[in-house]
């Protein structure tokens, strides 16, 4: 029977400042942190000598600090996330690993369907063609205004810290990731495209489970969301539909449009709250010059209308 060496590499000893530092440990190592880009994102020059030199500390130290360890630049065997980070990592020339998985969700289809693609055999991570629906289950940046983005549209640029952990946790997503997204807070447009630069190959992919579970966390807010916006602009409308009397597809194309972002919902609200039916709606979105800035989810919208 053929011996295959584990996936999560744990070393026989303690590597580091002051480390026993086994040459075959150390050297391993090495090749971890070169595989997940550090001389390049760093500018430093990590080599495979099987010896700690000072860049070889100065790796181990910066990897520390990103997922806020002392930065002693000493790592032991029991410290498993620190060298599972490594393992999770991906390269150039890379494919997905989950290639199948659940693409289906219990609310908010034709949202999580917009927010980006799944593919069988991908581009090269992070080289897709301009104007494509991104490969969500890596880190990505849809536009110039977007912040770093990871999933079906969950979008970190307006949350905090703490929140990004918390719904990472929430959504099954290993803590070492979790730690440096929420790094990324506030960042958007090339400060954000220079965080997945950095930080892309290191985070690697998510699950399709752990997409659905991080997007179900923010449709509900977004619904949350949409509800509040229809309610404050229709309370003073006469005999205005109720939230919970609006047809279920009319609902989920204008929670659509609120995740999207898109200005200028009034109208359309004035328009559900009397009532309207499906094809009306469909009509209406049609002609509206902001919607017909982004045809392809338009046409989403459409489809679910009919």
């Not at 090339?190 to 997409?211: C, S, W």
């Amino acid at each position: 029977m053929s011996y295959h060496p584990p996936r999560v590499f744990i070393p026989s000893a303690s590597i580091g400042i002051l480390g026993t530092n086994d040459p075959k440990d150390v050297k391993t190592l090495q090749q971890m942190i070169i595989n997940a880009g550090y001389n390049k994102i760093s500018g430093n020059n990590v080599r495979l000598t099987g010896s700690i030199d000072t860049e070889t500390e100065a790796a181990i130290q910066w990897y520390q600090r990103v997922l806020n360890m002392s930065p002693d630049g000493l790592v032991h065997p029991q410290e498993t996330w620190f060298f599972s980070m490594f393992s999770q990592s991906i390269s150039p020339h890379w494919r997905p690993r989950n290639t199948t998985g659940q693409l289906h969700v219990n609310e908010g289809q034709i949202t999580f369907d917009a927010e980006g693609i799944d593919y069988i055999t991908a581009v090269e991570p992070f080289k897709q063609p301009m104007n494509t629906r991104n490969f969500s289950r890596i880190l990505h940046c849809p536009d110039l205004y977007s912040g770093v983005t990871l999933g079906r549209g969950y979008d970190m640029k307006e949350r905090s810290p703490g929140e990004i952990l918390t719904h990472f946790r929430q959504s099954g997503i290993e803590e070492y990731k979790s730690v440096i997204c929420s790094k990324s807070y506030g960042l958007a447009g090339n400060a954000a495209k220079n965080f997945i630069k950095n930080y892309g190959y290191l985070i690697g992919e998510i699950t399709h489970q752990q997409q659905i579970k991080l997007f179900n966390i923010s449709y509900k807010q977004k619904k949350d969301y949409a509800y509040g916006v229809y309610f404050r602009q229709s309370r003073h409308i006469d005999n205005a539909l109720e939230w919970d009397d609006i047809d279920f597809r009319i609902k989920e194309t204008f929670v659509d449009i609120i995740y999207q972002g898109i200005p200028g919902v009034r109208p359309l609200i004035a328009l559900i709250a009397a009532g309207a039916s499906k094809e009306h709606v469909a009509d209406f979105i049609a002609k509206d010059p902001k919607q017909k800035n982004y045809p392809e989810r338009l046409k989403a919208r459409l489809r679910n209308l009919k």
